[in-house]
């Protein structure tokens, strides 16, 4: 018994701190990384104060209002400097619907932001950082139950240090509220599938209903529970529940739905038909899954992070091998969002916010991809694991760092290749286990890398380049205990 609850201590410790430790990393300056000046994260900041101070959303939009709506055409400047852009402004503004812009006002209120004037990173963001926290604890729970502990641990390592991961968290998107929602969802509809209580159910519809309030695609996402719910129900011979079930399910959401048509209707019904008719019309088509997968980004530029792209040949691996019980669940929900993204969000569209919920379960992939390298260690893992997992190394490059030189380059790829080329040949054990422990440690080494590029990424881009800033708060200003000397770059 003692030993039991030692093993457990020693758990819950390593849990803590993995998260304690990603935590940090995510909040550390995230005001300065994506950039100050993400206008499209001012969408919901305007919309945000104005529904705070005056119960109507008023915000900038490049889609097709009446003049008549129209009420202001120029420039918004941060206290009469940078950031600043050239907007136009509407009201009422009804490219969305209003709960997401609620959240982001109310946090940039708090902290003393006015309507007209462009609102700092720091206050929109400030919230963000804690929903994400709190996605990164489903990240471990949802990867526990089907995986195992460690992966869990794995799995919430890798949403916390990756690149792409950690910035398309800090920003103040509806996705990034969604993300929280969707994964908290699989995670019922996985303990659902384990054993069918209704109680693991009931807060799906409103789950769902909060994503669509926030966005509309978040509505989507009450069809992934209804399929796995009936799926479950049906395969154990409980017809009748099932359908009582996924009743319940679609009805109880369906007063959120009408509430967004409450919303446009009660502010203007001719101009929330038109908006939501443009919107429905975007350019989809049939090479947007290629899209995903060849523009890696975060923003609105492609961010060759190799992790990221290690993640998404994980996903196309396991979708090819198929996968079993509950890890299928994981790999469906990976899959549904994609869905969503292509029928959604444009054939050549980079607005890679669109993408965000997807990145949980592409984080346990990712995991899935890792353990496999290690278990394989053969010449192919090591090929992948070589090439791809210290591909990070060149986002630490700008004018003043260099890269790794030709000659380094290629005399550690070579001596990566020697153990397993080796056992190929002679097939002895002792090569194995030296292609084992070379690709954890090249593991080990790409994780550094991450992290160095994530402490030092606003740094790296604006050494000797004028850069806005806007004021910070305490949690921008969180560091690593102890371990921050050793990963802050010297920056002349």
């Known amino acids: 018994m003692f030993k039991l609850k030692k093993v457990n201590l020693f758990k819950t410790l390593v849990l803590v701190g993995v998260f304690l430790f990603t935590f940090i990393l995510r909040a550390h300056e995230y005001e300065r990384t994506p950039g100050v000046g993400h206008l499209d994260e001012m969408l919901y900041a305007w919309s945000g104060l104005s529904l705070v101070e005056t119960g109507i959303p008023v915000s900038w939009s490049t889609l097709d209002y009446p003049k008549s709506a129209e009420v202001f055409k120029g420039e918004i400047n941060y206290k009469g400097s940078a950031p600043k852009s050239s907007v136009t402004l509407y009201k009422p ?21 006015k309507t007209m004037e462009f609102t700092p990173s720091s206050y929109t963001r400030y919230p963000m950082i804690f929903i994400s926290g ?18 869990g641990i794995l799995s919430m390592l890798i949403y916390g240090t990756v690149p792409i991961f950690i910035f398309a968290s800090r920003t103040a998107m509806p996705e990034t509220f969604i993300s929280f929602c969707f994964a908290l969802l699989v995670y019922l509809v996985l303990l659902f599938n384990k054993k069918p209580l209704i109680w693991y159910i009931v807060p799906i519809p409103f789950l769902a209903g909060i994503s669509g309030l926030s966005k509309p695609t978040g509505f989507f996402i009450i069809l992934f ?19 009582y079930h996924c009743l319940y399910l679609t ?9 967004y048509f409450w919303w446009g209707y009660h502010f203007d019904w001719q101009i929330f038909q038109r908006i939501n008719a443009i919107q429905s019309m975007r350019p989809v088509g049939f090479g947007s899954l290629a899209w995903y997968f060849i523009t890696p980004s975060y923003d609105t530029i492609i961010t060759r992070d190799s992790w990221f792209v290690f993640g998404t040949i994980s996903a196309v691996y396991f979708l090819f091998r198929g996968l079993n019980k509950e890890k299928f669940i994981v790999l469906m929900a990976f899959v549904f969002w994609v869905l969503v993204v292509m029928i959604s969000g444009g054939e050549n569209d980079l607005l890679s916010w669109y993408r965000f919920p997807s990145y949980p379960f592409l984080a346990i992939i990712l995991s899935w991809g890792l353990v496999y390298l290690v278990k394989r260690a053969n010449v192919l893992t090591m090929f992948i694991a070589g090439g791809m997992l210290l591909g990070n190394r060149m986002l630490l ?22 153990p397993p080329l080796l056992y190929l ?10 292609t084992k422990g070379l690709i954890v440690g090249i ?12 402490y030092n990424s606003f740094e790296i881009a604006c050494q000797s380049v004028s850069c806005p800033l806007v004021p910070s708060t305490f949690l921008s200003e969180l560091r690593l205990p102890f371990v921050w000397r050793y990963l802050v770059m010297n920056m002349p």
Do not use: C
């Open 93 to 113: 503004w009804l490219d969305e619907p209003p709960l997401f812009s609620y959240l982001v006002g109310l946090s940039a209120s708090h902290f003393g932001a």
């Open 134 to 151: 709190a996605t990164s604890i489903l990240v471990f729970l949802i990867a526990n139950v089907v995986s195992g502990y460690w992966i």
């Open 225 to 243: 529970a209804l399929f796995f719910v009936f799926r479950k129900l049906f395969r154990e011979k409980k017809v009748k529940k099932a359908i």
């Open 251 to 259: 009805l109880l959401t369906l007063p959120f739905i009408a509430f």
């Open 397 to 418: 490059v700008n004018p003043f760092h260099p890269n790794v030189t030709p000659s380094h380059y290629r005399l550690i790829i070579s001596l990566l290749m020697i």
């Open 425 to 434: 040949v002679f097939k002895k054990q002792i090569f194995k286990f030296i």
């Open 443 to 454: 593991i080990v080494a790409g994780m550094f890398f991450n992290v160095k590029y994530l």
